[in-house]
């Protein structure tokens, strides 16, 4: 299955955010598929998402729809500082730079990805192109390999 990119996304998949500005724009909206419905945070930075995954995984792309006015333009991405304790302190992985545009925008993500995976990712917005500091976001994808 090596080579083969698969989302890693799904019904097991937990996610946390930092904040909700109120139930209509829930992080549940971040993975539903739906280009009507959107997670969008309260006011403030920084404020992040982040991906509890049901196993180790490989993460390769991920891909982000912001609100354009509302896009998360420096992010960090994280991931655990020891990829077997999803508990434990975060370390930077890799930062993106995002364009201020409601479009789809893809990020690389084959960084240095310990051997035997990581279990959890979380995407940092440091600062937002909304000046209340407010991220929305249509969607989110990570793709990537399942390790068994």
């Not at 006015?69 to 304790?85: K, L, M, Q, S, Y």
């Not at 035997?116 to 995407?123: D, E």
């Amino acid at each position: 299955m090596e080579g083969t990119s698969i989302s890693l996304i799904n019904a097991e998949t937990k996610v946390k955010v930092s904040s909700t500005l109120d139930k209509s724009v829930g992080k549940k909206y971040l993975t539903d598929g739906s280009p009507e419905t959107c997670w969008t945070s309260q006011q403030g930075t920084p404020q992040y998402i982040q991906f509890n995954f049901p196993g180790p995984v490989i993460p390769k792309q991920v891909s982000i729809t912001f609100q354009g006015g509302f896009v998360g333009t420096r992010c960090v991405v994280e991931v655990p500082e020891d990829p077997a304790i999803v508990q434990s302190s975060w370390k930077t992985f890799t930062e993106i730079f995002s364009e201020d545009v409601n479009r789809k925008q893809t990020f690389d993500l084959t960084h240095v990805v310990p051997v035997q995976g990581i279990q959890a990712l979380r995407f940092v917005f440091q600062e937002s192109s909304d000046f209340f500091g407010r991220i929305t976001v249509y969607d989110v994808q990570i793709t990537g390999s399942v390790l068994s």
